[in-house]
């Protein structure tokens, strides 16, 4: 992080990962809401651990962008072996990456677990996803960069929507089967990820600096400061205006997203019944008809006999 990349890069993943579990937690729900059971993660047909898998990678990358490859000198240590101050936020962030890759590899490897209970091995996993969020959110919070200025009030803003991450997930252990906890947990992550994005451009961006405010090189990443007291206190007026059309923006989507996947699973499932009554209906009819018709042959042979007693 620090860069528009790293802000732009993880957030995407945020991103997909949002879009994942609201997808999917829609998807279950519509065709079971009378059996549904929040699951942590969601598998692929093509590859079981596809979710988990992409966590791993991405974790790995953003440690190792922030540790080596970001630094000049390929590491972020002094000749002494000390944490330089300029580095302490790499190591803030790639601790952010290690608990995120700490859930990653216990979601595979609780899964291929052989735990008698499968809502304990989801329990311990929902419990390793929620350190993880308490993670960022202790990071984010006790950031060591600049906590006054435009950025600061980005990454407060940033911290809330954490703050509802980690509490539908802690709620989800608690209640595995309400659907509303899994759908908010869902649009929190989803959340992270947009405002992620948003804050890589609007921080990294030369032509989107508030007016009065610039960008400013401090320990070796770029900064955005305000002339004057004003400038500074409009600069994050905007940014608090801009979460709030964010967070409606959100809602909307978010509503409209549920209405349409339960439209199309609810419809194809009445589709399928639908045949599944037709073809019933049919058998039902051809039952009659060969029914009808065998009791006509026996009416048949019955006047028969008749005649012959005669």
């Known amino acids: 992080m620090g860069t528009l990349i790293g802000h732009v890069a993880p957030g995407f993943g945020f991103i997909l990962i949002g879009l994942w579990h609201l997808f999917n937690h829609t998807k279950l729900h519509s065709l079971n809401p009378k059996t549904y059971a929040s699951l942590p993660w969601f598998s692929s047909r093509f590859f079981r651990y596809i979710e988990p898998t992409l966590i791993i990678i991405g974790s790995l990358i953003s440690i190792a962008m922030e540790l080596f490859i970001g630094p000049a000198n390929g590491q972020p240590l002094d000749p002494d072996w000390s944490i330089p101050s300029n580095h302490l936020h790499n190591f803030e962030h790639s601790s952010i990456s290690l608990a995120f890759l700490t859930y990653a590899l216990f979601a595979v490897i609780l899964d291929r677990a052989r735990l008698p209970d499968p809502g304990l091995k989801h329990g311990l996993t929902q419990l390793a996803a929620a350190v993880a969020f308490g993670q960022q959110l202790l990071m984010f919070h006790l950031h060591s960069a600049d906590h006054m200025g435009v950025e600061g009030q980005y990454h407060w803003l940033l911290q809330l929507v954490i703050a509802v991450s980690l509490g539908s997930t802690i709620i989800g252990i608690w209640k595995p089967r ?124 019955g006047f028969k006999s008749l005649d012959l007693e005669r």
């Open 178 to 301: 309400s659907f509303l906890v899994s759908f908010v947990r869902s649009i929190s992550i989803l959340f992270q990820g947009v405002w992620f994005v948003t804050m890589g451009f609007a921080l990294w961006t030369p032509g989107l600096i508030p007016k009065g405010c610039f960008m400013n090189s401090e320990d070796g990443h770029w900064v955005v400061r305000c002339g004057d007291q004003g400038s500074l206190e409009r600069a994050k007026s905007l940014v608090n205006i801009e979460f709030s059309w964010f967070l409606v923006g959100m809602v909307f989507f978010s509503m409209g997203f549920y209405l349409a996947v339960r439209r199309w699973y609810v419809d194809v499932e009445r589709e399928y019944l639908g045949l599944d009554e037709e073809v019933e209906s049919e058998d039902l009819e051809s039952q009659k008809k060969l029914d009808e018709s065998e009791s006509f042959v026996h009416m048949g042979k």
